[in-house]
């Protein structure tokens, strides 16, 4: 059974920084992608950056050039780089892995408070 535990939300200030991490036990047949989503009150869930295993990123448009994504595959861990921050990003973010493109596993998240 494939778990996902995702870390380093928080309480930060606008203009602030936080660096969350993402790391995936059990056993995944073939990591094909990881990603971040968000899902903010009254709102649905939406992708916020996705990593391929070859290294190709994508991001939400609303984080472009603030928000960062790597990931280890050796590892299966992925990590979310958050500078710049704004009251609008508070979230609750959540981890994605996609094991052969059609499978994928969720964390429970993590809460991510920007104040203003």
């Known amino acids: 059974q494939v778990q996902l535990v995702e870390s380093g939300g928080g309480l930060v200030q606008t203009g602030g920084s936080l660096r969350l991490s993402c790391v995936a036990s059990?056993?995944?047949?073939?990591?094909?992608?990881m990603g971040w989503y968000r899902q903010a009150p009254g709102k649905q869930r939406e992708l916020v950056a996705f990593i391929t295993s070859g290294g190709s990123t994508n991001y939400a448009d609303s984080v472009k050039g603030r928000f960062t994504i790597s990931g280890d595959n050796a590892k299966k861990s992925v990590y979310l780089q958050m500078n710049s921050l704004k009251p609008e990003d508070t979230a609750h973010y959540y981890c994605n892995v996609e094991d052969r493109v059609v499978f994928e596993y969720w964390g429970r998240g993590t809460q991510v408070t920007v104040s203003s």
């Open positions: 059990g056993h995944i047949f073939r990591l094909t992608g």
